[in-house]
């Protein structure tokens, strides 16, 4: 990835989100509100309703534990994320989404992983802390956000002291945000699509763009526009928005990244990533079934280019290409 194309403040290092949260009690009100919504699962857009407490599914398939795929220190996130010592990123088996081209499939869709206590995710995420990790990475974290709530006031007993990111798909339910108010200190989302239909038949999503823009607006009033590093330039707190580039314009990058600069801000760090591959279903596809061309990255630069967005990393096309 290119490097950030104008510098965020420095700041001195602070005590996460989270601490100052759970020194109020406040993270462990959140828990109860947060378990409220497994009797009647609302915790994304789908709202399927089920009482995952009693063991009832929705669309996601996860029930009452979390199911945990792999932990581990992870080096390719961005650079404020990674930095020399990697990102502790804790993926979480199944989804809310069923991408036909989704590169992680077998944890998301076939249910890879192993089901955890809440004691024993709280175990990984200090075991995370011990290695050196900057940071504990929730990857795939909407579906089982209560759970991870109650793991963090265990962890912060334990000592945890590590920056919170949160990593998703971008599609979340307000409320749910609401409750990871000032105990979220990054947002990592996507904002995968412009086009409902689109979203539908590619990721299996409802109402994917009016729930991902309400999303972004809330983790933006959460967090704002500035990516806060330390002296070593780390992230401290703030926001990145994914953005992932399809074959033949799929993903509407002109819409998506026109909406940011407009309702959000044009200071707003943006990864735009070439990384497309065709997997899982999209291979063969007949517009799925390849990369990006160099065509169409260059026209998703263009566009960045031309909104005016001042921050952010770049993906080098020619670099996907020989990985």
């Not at 996130?77 to 809310?96: D, L, R």
């Not at 869709?109 to 290695?131: H, N, Y």
Request: aromatic content about 8%.
């Amino acid at each position: 990835m290119s490097v950030q194309r104008s510098p965020s403040p420095l700041v001195n290092i602070t005590l996460p989100s989270y601490l100052q949260r759970y020194a109020g009690g406040l993270l462990k009100q959140r828990i109860g509100l947060a378990y409220e919504m497994l009797s009647h699962c609302n915790l994304c857009p789908r709202e399927c309703g089920v009482n995952r407490l009693a063991g009832e599914r929705g669309y996601c398939r996860a029930g009452a534990n979390p199911v945990v795929a792999s932990w581990n220190a992870h080096p390719w996130e961005e650079p404020p994320i990674s930095g020399t010592k990697g990102s502790g990123t804790i993926f979480f088996t199944y989804c809310t989404a069923r991408c036909v081209f989704c590169q992680n499939y077998p944890i998301s869709q076939l249910g890879i992983g192993q089901q955890v206590t809440v004691q024993r995710l709280a175990e990984m995420m200090l075991e995370l802390q011990v290695r050196g990790c900057h940071n504990i990475n929730l990857v795939t974290p909407t579906h089982f956000v209560p759970q991870i709530l109650a793991a963090l006031a265990l962890a912060v007993e334990g000592g945890l002291r590590l920056p919170l990111v949160y990593n998703s798909s971008g599609y979340e339910a307000v409320e749910t945000l609401r409750l990871l108010d000032g105990i979220v200190d990054i947002y990592l989302p996507d904002a995968k699509y412009a086009d409902d239909e689109v979203a539908r038949r590619l990721s299996g999503f409802r109402g994917y763009v009016e729930a991902n823009r309400a999303a972004l607006k809330e983790m933006f009033r959460q967090v704002g526009a500035e990516l806060l590093l330390d002296e070593n330039g780390l992230a401290l707190r703030g926001m990145i928005i994914r953005h992932m580039v399809l074959p033949e314009g799929l993903a509407g990058t002109q819409e998506v990244l026109a909406w940011i600069a407009r309702e959000l801000s044009p200071s707003i760090h943006i990864s735009l990533m070439s990384q497309y591959f065709p997997a899982h279903k999209a291979v063969g596809d007949p517009v799925l079934g390849r990369k990006i061309t160099d065509e169409e990255y260059l026209k998703a630069l263009a566009v960045f280019d031309a909104l005016g967005l001042e921050r952010g990393w770049r993906q080098e096309y020619y670099e996907e290409c020989e990985t």
